[in-house]
């Protein structure tokens, strides 16, 4: 699609200039030659100039349909992971809210990461992230919206409120079993959910309350949900 204004631009441009191309041939010798200069030079050169402004200006439009897209995409995507960034993640939480739709939150944290970014690198550390970032996106329900918040923290953001233990409970066990290679050595992973249900109440309350279940899971051996 952003390269069809350049298209039709170009194309236009040829078409203008070949006609007046033909027409300046066909009258050239039908014509007197004051007529000639005076008329159908200038008209020559007028359309001549119009189509190469028509050019620039759909060139113009391209780059700038360019950097657009590529602005929009570094606002609302996470370059580590690939997955939406946190203002696009919290947008989706606010308008669930608005929607007054039942909606569930999960608040994912991984497991002893800064022990495996000492042990490993960050470069591992980064491994680590996108492969939570891949296991969650393939474990995301339909109605669900996975992002990462930052660090090593990512929300999924679900409609409804049915099911929604056994929806956590499969991450974390999902994250367990599903095996991460560094450089060839096998490192354990695991998460710790945080997760609340939606009340009548604004979607920063509803992230505290998942948030502090997410201490809860912490501080009683990780690897495991919580439900404020």
């Not at 499969?170 to 991460?180: E, K, L, N, S, W």
């Not at 609340?196 to 051996?221: C, H, M, Q, T, W």
Request: with cysteine; hydrophobic share 45%.
């Amino acid at each position: 699609m952003t390269r069809l204004p350049i298209r039709r631009g170009r194309g236009y441009a040829i078409y203008i200039g070949l006609g007046a191309l033909l027409v300046l041939i066909q009258v050239s010798g039908s014509l007197n030659e004051t007529v000639f200069i005076n008329v159908f030079v200038p008209y020559f050169l007028m359309l001549s100039f119009g189509a190469w402004i028509c050019y620039w200006a759909a060139k113009k439009i391209e780059t700038h349909l360019w950097m657009f897209l590529l602005h929009t995409h570094r606002a609302t995507i996470d370059e580590l992971t690939g997955l939406p960034n946190r203002y696009r993640t919290l947008e989706r939480m606010n308008d669930l809210e608005m929607s007054g739709k039942p909606w569930t939150l999960l608040v994912i944290d991984v497991d002893h990461f800064k022990q495996l970014n000492d042990t490993y690198g960050h470069l591992a550390g980064d491994a680590a992230l996108r492969h939570i970032g891949q296991t969650l996106e393939r474990s995301c329900p339909p109605s669900g919206f996975v992002g990462r918040y930052g660090g090593e923290e990512f929300l999924l953001v679900i409609e409804g409120s049915e099911g929604m233990a056994k929806v956590a409970e499969d991450i974390v066990q999902t994250v367990r079993h599903t095996t991460f290679e560094f450089q060839g050595e096998r490192i354990p992973m695991t998460v710790s959910i945080g997760a609340a249900i939606a009340g009548n109440e604004p979607s920063v309350v509803v992230f505290e309350r998942a948030d502090a279940a997410l201490y809860e899971a912490k501080r009683n051996g990780r690897d495991q949900v919580r439900f404020a």
